[in-house]
């Protein structure tokens, strides 16, 4: 705690972090100190200038998660709760105020009139560009979150300032010869990001979808937007090249934190995920890397539905050797203990097999030519790597079957698409039973293909049709054991398939 408030130790950031850490998985052994904590940050209250102690952020967080978790010991005094709201409207960086909010809005006796004051503080006379305007949206994206429902009377104001006077706004075009990633946001970016949390926080400020589905269609209609046109907003094409990377990413990262919700989940269309799904193969490794690792943290945190996993094996193709490396090693331990747990034992990563040759079945870079099938053969192999065992490699193959079975329910004019990917699985499937020397087992019991993706076909005579029909190219077929070896030995895939 000493350390922490000391500037001019080498070690008040370990400190700082070992406090944050306290806070967030021992909050009871933090309890102790937290009320000298929040007197320290009495005395720290920023100035007019929105300076504060650089570890003040680190501070308020630990704080702020504390007081999620015991918000009857948070002080009530007018003292302190005055400290929290300047905090709020005038902290620096921005997020200071996100957790100064938390802090005073966990006080439930007084929640609805300080959430009130507090926003009408910060909506009042708000423009781009005046003082403490970007701490002023991050502490509106948090109240939002945590009382969207109280302040539905203020939902038009909050939603002028997010959209048509930040989102909606390109104050500088953009250039000729733009790098696509900054590691430095300008203000302008950083407020659209802001503005963006906003928008969704007040979604995620509802539990129920019944009273939020109106709400939630023009946010999702704008985060899908982002997403599908790489971080465009503007009709004309002017927004500049790094705040489209940012943009792109900072929606999918909301969608992703929306569909934590089980009830917003059903929000992402099929066509939707396809379009999120793709931001893990953005060109920049940033956006990329940064995405992956929020799917990667909720999916281990159980909080996104299992069909997200199917974003995680886009990553066979990742030019960073680390990242996919990362990745694999990731999977294998995701799928060994869930394999370990009785509940999800052959409920969560064997009956994604349909999502994903759905996925690459939609997928750009998909082909019918023996070069890019061979490419979407090394998709099934990084899937089945983490996830086949001779257990289950029999229920993999008779899913991998039963694709033939239907059509697209996405894209009817596609099904076509999934009669390759089909037999595609089914022959990269045998070719790594021999491979591994096992004997495919017989499958268990009825497994259902999602009713989202697959419907029945019509007639029997075009089922037979495309059962009897082989689409795989004799070129392919040809190669394809050897592609299957060379990929699971480590080696290099060096093929006639590939062009020079």
Request: proline share 5%.
């Given at each position: 705690?000493?350390l922490?408030?000391?500037?001019?130790?080498?070690?008040?950031?370990?400190?700082?972090?070992?406090?944050?850490?306290?806070?967030?998985?021992?909050?009871?052994?933090?309890?102790?100190?937290a009320?000298?904590?929040?007197?320290?940050?009495?005395t720290?209250?920023?100035?007019?200038?929105?300076?504060?102690?650089?570890?003040?952020i680190?501070?308020l967080?630990a704080c702020?998660?504390?007081?999620?978790?015991?918000?009857?010991?948070?002080?009530?005094?007018?003292k302190f709760?005055?400290?929290?709201?300047?905090?709020?409207?005038?902290?620096?960086?921005?997020?200071t105020a996100?957790?100064?909010v938390?802090?005073?809005?966990?006080?439930?006796?007084?929640?609805?009139?300080y959430a009130?004051?507090?926003?009408?503080?910060?909506?009042?006379?708000?423009?781009y560009?005046?003082?403490?305007?970007?701490?002023r949206?991050a502490?509106?994206s948090?109240?939002?979150?945590?009382?969207?429902?109280?302040l539905?009377?203020?939902?038009?104001?909050?939603?002028?300032?997010?959209?048509?006077?930040?989102?909606?706004?390109?104050?500088?075009?953009?250039?000729g010869?733009?790098?696509?990633w900054?590691?430095?946001l300008?203000?302008?970016?950083?407020?659209?990001?802001w503005?963006?949390?906003?928008?969704?926080?007040?979604?995620?400020g509802?539990?129920?979808?019944?009273?939020?589905e109106?709400?939630?269609?023009?946010?999702?209609?704008?985060l899908?937007?982002?997403v599908d046109?790489?971080?465009?907003?503007?009709?004309?094409?002017?927004?500049?090249?790094?705040?489209?990377?940012?943009?792109?990413?900072?929606?999918?990262?909301?969608?992703?934190?929306?569909?934590?919700?089980k009830?917003?989940?059903?929000l992402?269309?099929?066509?939707?995920?396809?379009?999120?799904?793709?931001?893990?193969?953005?060109?920049?490794?940033?956006v990329?890397?940064k995405?992956?690792?929020?799917v990667?943290k909720?999916?281990g945190?159980?909080?996104?539905?299992?069909r997200f996993?199917?974003i995680?094996?886009l990553?066979?193709?990742?030019?960073?050797?680390?990242?996919?490396?990362d990745?694999?090693t990731?999977?294998?331990?995701?799928?060994?203990l869930l394999?370990?747990?009785?509940?999800?034992?052959?409920?969560?990563?064997?009956?994604?097999?349909?999502?994903?040759?759905?996925?690459?079945?939609?997928?750009?870079?998909?082909?019918?030519?023996?070069?890019?099938?061979?490419?979407?053969?090394?998709?099934?192999?990084?899937y089945l790597k983490?996830?086949?065992?001779?257990?289950?490699?029999?229920?993999?193959?008779?899913?991998?079957?039963?694709?033939?079975?239907?059509?697209?329910?996405?894209?009817?004019?596609?099904?076509?698409?999934?009669?390759?990917?089909?037999?595609?699985?089914?022959?990269?499937?045998?070719?790594?039973?021999?491979?591994?020397?096992?004997?495919?087992?017989?499958h268990?019991?009825?497994?259902?293909?999602?009713?989202?993706?697959?419907?029945?076909?019509?007639?029997r005579?075009?089922?037979?049709?495309?059962?009897?029909?082989?689409?795989?190219?004799?070129?392919?077929?040809?190669?394809?054991?050897?592609?299957?070896?060379?990929?699971?030995?480590?080696?290099k895939?060096?093929?006639?398939?590939?062009?020079?």
């Open positions: 705690m000493e922490s408030q000391r500037e001019d130790s080498p070690l008040v950031h370990a400190a700082q972090e070992v406090l944050k850490e306290i806070s967030a998985r021992r909050p009871e052994v933090f309890k102790a100190h009320q000298e904590l929040y007197r320290v940050l009495e720290q209250v920023p100035s007019e200038d929105g300076n504060a102690f650089t570890g003040t680190d501070a967080k702020a998660t504390f007081a999620k978790k015991f918000p009857d010991d948070i002080p009530h005094d007018r709760l005055q400290a929290m709201k300047h905090y709020a409207l005038r902290g620096s960086p921005p997020a996100k957790y100064a938390s802090i005073l809005l966990s006080v439930k006796e007084k929640k609805e009139l009130k004051d507090l926003l009408q503080e910060c909506i009042k006379g708000f423009s560009g005046s003082r403490h305007f970007l701490t949206l502490a509106i948090q109240i939002m979150l945590l009382a969207a429902r109280e539905e009377d203020e939902a038009d104001a909050v939603a002028d300032i997010a959209i048509n006077k930040i989102i909606l706004k390109i104050r500088r075009p953009a250039e010869d733009e790098r696509e900054l590691d430095e300008d203000e302008e970016c950083e407020a659209k990001l503005a963006l949390k906003i928008l969704a926080n007040r979604v995620r509802f539990s129920d979808l019944q009273s939020v109106e709400l939630a269609k023009p946010v999702y209609q704008l899908n937007k982002l046109n790489h971080g465009e907003i503007s009709k004309i094409q002017s927004t500049p090249a790094p705040h489209k990377s940012r943009l792109r990413l900072q929606a999918a990262i909301l969608l992703l934190k929306l569909s934590t919700k009830t917003f989940d059903s992402i269309t099929p066509v939707a995920f396809d379009s999120l799904a793709l931001v893990a193969q953005a060109p920049h490794f940033s990329r890397s995405f992956a690792t929020k990667k909720y999916l945190q159980e909080r996104l539905p299992s996993y199917t995680v094996f990553l066979a193709f990742d030019p960073s050797k680390r990242l996919k490396e990745t694999a990731w999977l294998r331990a995701r799928a060994a394999a370990r747990n009785e509940k999800t034992k052959h409920q969560i990563l064997e009956p994604i097999l349909p999502r994903f040759l759905s996925l690459l079945a939609h997928h750009p870079d998909f082909g019918t030519s023996a070069e890019e099938l061979a490419d979407m053969a090394q998709y099934i192999i990084f983490a996830v086949a065992t001779e257990e289950n490699l029999g229920d993999l193959y008779h899913l991998a079957q039963r694709v033939k079975n239907y059509r697209d329910a996405v894209h009817p004019e596609m099904s076509e698409n999934l009669y390759y990917m089909s037999d595609l699985a089914q022959a990269v499937i045998r070719h790594f039973e021999d491979v591994h020397n096992w004997a495919m087992q017989a268990a019991g009825k497994l259902r293909l999602p009713q989202s993706l697959y419907e029945s076909l019509r007639d005579e075009t089922a037979l049709e495309i059962a009897a029909k082989e689409y795989l190219p004799l070129e392919l077929i040809e190669e394809l054991g050897t592609l299957v070896k060379q990929s699971i030995r480590g080696k895939v060096c093929t006639p398939l590939r062009k020079a």
